[in-house]
């Protein structure tokens, strides 16, 4: 079946530093969705990517897809304790759009 | 307002029980769908269904078991045959194949 990995699992920053994360899958990926689970929360949307090389941006987040459309990232600017949560991406499966699939996740943590 | 609904928040279980996990949503989307969250770990998708009267099994469909009878409603029942049931609930929709999931806030179950 398809895999979405995401890296790193954790990540522990001071406020005010970088922070980013990488999914990677094993398949090419027609769309790619990132999403934000703040803890014990549910996964909220924060945005989709679907052209090769696509970069979009919401204020201090930026997101890129990836030419071969296989790899996506989220860089965080400047982190703030309001972006504490676990960061999922997520895509459809090549065979089957109606399959969704959620890579691991990457948990942030902001130190104050 | 529209959203999706999931009941009960908490559920406590004796172990050999079925129970059955609420999701209804008036967000009027076509696609519902079903996925666990073990803590620390990612979703992984248990059933889907993109119409009515028609599901799919996901990755980790073997105990659960789903109806769609009707658009708004997409309930799961978590049978005796699931091995390790305790977990984190979480039901989703989206408008379309490529649209944004929708989350519900997640039921949790706990089997004593």
């Known amino acids: 079946g398809q895999q979405v990995m995401q890296i790193p699992q954790y990540q522990h920053v001071q406020e005010g530093e970088d922070f980013t994360t990488y999914c990677n899958s094993s398949?090419?990926?027609?769309?790619i969705q990132w999403y934000k689970q703040r803890p014990g929360g549910h996964p909220v949307f924060l945005i989709q990517?679907?052209?090769?090389?696509e970069v979009k941006k919401q204020k201090r987040l930026t997101f890129q897809f990836g030419e071969a459309k296989k790899n996506s990232s989220l860089h965080i600017t400047a982190t703030q304790t309001t972006d504490v949560g676990t960061y999922f991406c997520?895509?459809?499966?090549?065979?089957?759009?109606?399959?969704?699939?959620f890579g691991s996740g990457t948990k942030l943590n902001v130190k104050p | 307002d529209g959203g999706i609904t999931q009941s009960p928040k908490y559920l406590f279980r004796k172990e050999g029980q079925n129970v059955t996990l609420s999701c209804e949503q008036n967000l009027n989307h076509d696609a519902m769908y079903w996925y666990r969250q073990d803590p620390g770990q990612g979703l992984r998708l248990i059933y889907y269904?993109?119409?009515?009267?028609?599901?799919q099994k996901g990755d980790i469909a073997e105990g659960y078991s789903v109806s769609r009878e009707k658009k708004e409603s997409f309930p799961l029942t978590v049978t005796s045959a699931q091995k390790n049931p305790t977990a984190f609930y979480l039901c989703a929709s989206s408008a379309g194949s490529t649209g944004e999931l929708f989350f519900g806030e997640g039921s949790r179950l706990t089997v004593l």
């Open positions: 997520a895509g459809p499966e090549s065979q089957n759009f109606n399959k969704f699939y």
């Open positions: 398949t090419t990926l027609s769309n």
């Open positions: 269904s993109q119409i009515v009267n028609d599901f």
């Open positions: 990517l679907v052209k090769s090389g």
